[in-house]
């Protein structure tokens, strides 16, 4: 079996990248959460329209007084400026994002595929290596179908 990923991350180096990940957190603390009720309401901004944005805050600058005393010109710049800031910020987080995503598939198939085979060695030797019956009883409940499933396959197949 290939292994794209052999590697090991102590405590300590953990404990680092959850530090690290807890002082960008500190570095933007105007983050929110929304709910999906939220989310949903929302007037999105999709990748055309950033710089639909952004030419709309150049265009209040160039002409301020088309804008009624109503429109909070400055709070509107600063929303456009922190959104080009943002969409730089969540580019280099995706591609972490990514990866972490892509190694965490890898390796967890490599683990998987090691425990498949454990798992086979158990099968075979459970009876005749003393203790191992309790480890295969363990291992074997991975693959044991609920009642609830088996009853909607039976009415399926009935």
């Known amino acids: 079996m290939e292994r794209n990923v052999s590697a090991v991350v102590t405590a300590e180096d953990l404990q680092n990248v959850i530090g690290h990940l807890q002082a960008i957190e500190s570095l933007l603390p105007f983050l929110i959460s929304l709910s999906i009720e939220e989310r949903q309401s929302l007037t999105k901004l999709g990748p055309k329209s950033v710089d639909?944005?952004?030419?709309?805050n150049e265009t209040?600058?160039?002409?301020?007084?088309?804008?009624?005393?109503?429109?909070?010109?400055?709070?509107?710049?600063?929303?456009?400026?922190?959104t080009k800031i943002l969409i730089t910020i969540k580019m280099g987080v995706d591609s972490l994002q990514q990866k972490l995503d892509d190694t965490l598939m890898e390796v967890g198939s490599e683990a998987m595929t090691s425990a498949l085979e454990v798992y086979a060695q158990v099968q075979l030797q459970k009876d005749s290596v003393p203790g191992l019956r309790s480890a295969y009883e363990k291992l074997k409940?991975?693959?044991?179908r609920s009642k609830q499933k088996k009853d909607k396959d039976s009415i399926v197949a009935g």
Request: no cysteine; hydrophobic share 45%; glycine share 6%.
């Open 141 to 144: 409940a991975r693959f044991v």
């Open 52 to 56: 639909f944005v952004g030419d709309a």
């Open 60 to 82: 209040v600058k160039t002409f301020p007084f088309i804008m009624p005393p109503t429109f909070d010109k400055s709070e509107f710049g600063r929303d456009s400026d922190l």
